[in-house]
């Protein structure tokens, strides 16, 4: 094989091989995109589920009970188990919190906090579309 040959025959394998990283290139670019969307699509349908308590604003109800909020929470929490099956108790500063979990829309939430003669009531609930009427029944036939 002479040099020209062997400079011909190297020149198309570099060649060749460029292009094969070229084609991976173009998948990988492909993919990435499609990870990248995926992500952005997650992230905004995540803003959409995040608890009505965190998010800033008022609660769809407010009322006030003359029980401890031990006392209410016993009342509220076993009605809100049997409406959604993932509904949790937890303390908070001065009472608790029952949250209903929803995989479409924000959980509906029910805070429970001491005030001077029994408890402060709030209820956080999700789009009008998505609230729970039984839910909130239980809040106010707990009262």
């Known amino acids: ?11 198309r394998a570099v060649n060749d091989g460029l292009q094969f990283f070229q084609d991976i290139f173009s998948e990988l670019k492909g993919s990435i995109m499609r990870v990248l969307i995926g992500g952005v699509v997650l992230a905004l349908l995540a803003g959409c589920s995040l608890p009505a308590s965190v998010v800033p604003g008022e609660p769809n109800l407010n009322k006030f009970s003359e029980k401890p909020p031990k006392e209410y929470a016993a009342c509220v929490l076993p009605v809100w188990q049997h409406e959604v099956s993932g509904s949790t108790q937890s ?3 001065n009472g608790y919190r029952i949250t209903a979990p929803s995989v479409i829309t924000a959980d509906e939430i029910v805070d ?10 709030s209820l956080y609930q999700g789009p009008p579309w998505a609230k729970s009427g039984d839910l909130r029944k239980a809040v106010r036939d707990c009262l």
């Open 91 to 93: 303390s908070i500063s």
């Open 112 to 121: 429970i906090v001491k005030s001077k003669n029994g408890s402060r009531v």
């Open 1 to 11: 094989m002479s040099a020209s040959d062997f400079a011909l025959a190297n020149g």
